[in-house]
């Protein structure tokens, strides 16, 4: 069963390299860079989430997969909930972890924009000064040196160009409740409890509005669960995986 997994904002596919190691045994792993990060090319589309959906259901064509578990963190989940959209039959489940289906609110779209022009002007520093102590918990910050450092190389490899696109793209996102009513597979539901981004309370929203949903709070994560607490992350996955068979 293959599991495509789509990174978070500013980072890449490298954050789930915990995901890979631990998950290969379940399933087929797939973990794409999202456009202009890692690997990938930025292209010269316009700023959507629809677009980096069509490029996760290219490359489902392009690895010969039908049907797919798709699962997305924070950016990710906001790519997965546009693929449910516009590619619904290409999902036999769907993994929503610490991301959001409300729209951004004018501010949050105000300050996407201030970030993305900030970046392009040479302003890399923003990410560091202003995203990166967002995404990560309490308890990271406190105890975790090493994930906080982990997180913060992977911050500063962000190209400006994909961070300004991205940021642009996650802006213009329509509200996506109407799509998760309509999904018919099973999905599951990630948030730590510590995410200040994407608190729990957006979580159960996302719950209550998919017919067959479960909901998992990982203790003790922010909003990057899958990299500060990755053996719970992996064992709710492993087990949402073999839940489908």
């Known amino acids: 069963m293959p599991l495509v997994l789509l990174h978070a904002f500013p980072l890449s596919s490298a954050m789930w390299l915990a995901q890979r ?37 290219r490359l489902l064509d392009d690895e010969g997969v039908e049907r797919a578990v798709v699962g997305g963190l924070s ?24 991301t959001k289906a409300s729209a951004d609110t ?19 520093g923003v990410l560091l000064d202003d995203v990166l102590p967002t995404l990560i918990g309490t308890t990271t910050k406190q105890r975790r040196g090493m994930v906080v450092g982990r997180v913060r190389g992977l911050v500063q490899a962000a190209p400006p160009g994909a961070v300004a696109w991205a940021q642009r793209a996650m802006a213009g996102r329509p509200d996506s409740f109407e799509t998760l009513r309509a999904l018919d597979v099973p999905v599951l539901v990630v948030v730590g409890d510590e995410d200040e981004l994407s608190p729990p309370s957006d979580a159960e929203a996302m719950a209550q509005a998919v017919p067959e949903a479960k909901l998992a709070v990982i203790e003790k994560a922010g909003h990057l669960s899958a990299i500060e607490q990755p053996e719970a992350f992996n064992a709710v996955v492993a087990e949402f995986v073999r839940s489908l068979r």
């Open 75 to 98: 950016m990710g989940g906001y790519v997965t909930m546009a693929l449910c959209r516009r590619h619904p039959d290409r999902l036999m489940g769907a993994i929503f972890a610490d």
């Open 21 to 57: 190691e631990a998950l290969a045994g379940e399933c087929r792993v797939i973990t794409p860079d999202l456009r202009g990060f890692g690997g990938s090319r930025l292209g010269d589309e316009d700023p959507s989430v629809d677009a980096m959906a069509d490029d996760v259901a």
């Open 106 to 124: 004018e501010a949050a779209r105000a300050n996407r924009e201030r970030i993305a022009a900030a970046v392009l002007n040479g302003g890399a």
